[in-house]
């Protein structure tokens, strides 16, 4: 039972080190590996909390280790993300060498902007904790999700031979727009169904079950490029459903 008792908390630490690396990773350019690190990270962290029900040692301790885990892997990553790729362009030049002229000098700080995820991110988590609304379902976008639609960025970029799709995600201004957006619907009022399963019953999960079919099937038929698709029918779909339950 003892041993029983540490195994949810250590899954959640695997979750930690998986951010720490990813933030490494992230440092040394290696973007792919950074997006695997975080996709392993939000796997623990999703095991976490069912096996702390199954052994019947759910506690306070463990919800907060789960949300500073969650901070690094899911918050400090995809801020840092969007804050490297921003620099790497201005760096290398990747649109024009304008950025660093004088009459342009302000764009010398837009990379940290990147981290509007992390500050939004933060608020989201301190937010989750105290809202007793959350308990069964989101109100927001949750962390582990914009996480993959923030690393999902290069990943496509990489995987792709469109040029329209390469320079769309070598724009600055685009990577600041996304970050812009990923802070609001962290943060925003709209009700989303959880994908956590917490038993494994048709009956009661149906829609988490078909939709991560669903995602899955979308993944391996057009590859990186469906995590943005699937995260914007994450949230369509819950709206939907919410709308419909109103009506019932």
């Given at each position: 039972m003892q041993i029983k008792k540490h195994i949810p908390?250590?899954?959640?630490?695997?979750?930690?080190?998986?951010?720490?690396?990813?933030?490494?990773a992230i440092f040394r350019d290696q973007e792919a590996e950074a997006f695997w690190f975080v996709c392993l990270g939000i796997f623990f962290d999703f095991?976490?909390?069912?096996?702390?029900?199954?052994?019947?040692?759910?506690?306070?301790?463990?919800?907060?280790?789960?949300?500073l885990a969650d901070m690094v892997t899911c918050g400090v990553v995809p801020g840092l993300m969007i804050f490297k790729l921003i620099e790497?362009?201005?760096?290398?030049?990747?649109?024009?060498?304008?950025?660093?002229?004088?009459?342009?000098?302000?764009?010398?700080?837009?990379?940290y902007l990147g981290f509007i995820v992390t500050l939004a991110s933060a608020y989201r988590l301190a937010k989750f904790n105290i809202d007793t609304r959350q308990t069964d379902s989101f109100i927001g976008l949750p962390t582990p999700a914009n996480a993959l639609l923030i690393m999902s960025l290069p990943m496509i970029r990489f995987s792709y031979e469109e040029e329209w799709l390469g320079m769309l995600i070598k724009n600055p201004f685009f990577l600041l727009i996304m970050a812009i957006l990923s802070a609001y619907l962290l943060?925003?009022?709209?009700?989303?169904?959880?994908?956590?399963i917490k038993e494994f019953t048709w009956a009661k999960y149906k829609m988490q079950i078909l939709f991560?079919?669903?995602?899955?099937?979308?993944?391996?038929?057009?590859g990186f490029v469906a995590i943005p698709l699937i995260i914007?029918?994450?949230?369509?779909?819950?709206?939907?459903?919410?709308?419909?339950?109103?009506?019932a």
């Open positions: 908390n250590t899954i959640t630490l695997l979750n930690l080190a998986c951010g720490l690396l990813a933030v490494i095991w976490d909390g069912f096996f702390a029900r199954k052994f019947n040692v759910y506690g306070e301790l463990g919800l907060q280790l789960d949300s790497n362009i201005q760096t290398k030049y990747e649109l024009s060498p304008y950025f660093l002229t004088e009459e342009t000098w302000y764009m010398l700080f837009v990379p943060n925003a009022e709209i009700p989303l169904f959880s994908l956590k991560l079919i669903g995602s899955l099937f979308s993944f391996s038929l057009l914007i029918s994450y949230v369509l779909v819950s709206v939907i459903s919410n709308k419909m339950m109103a009506k």
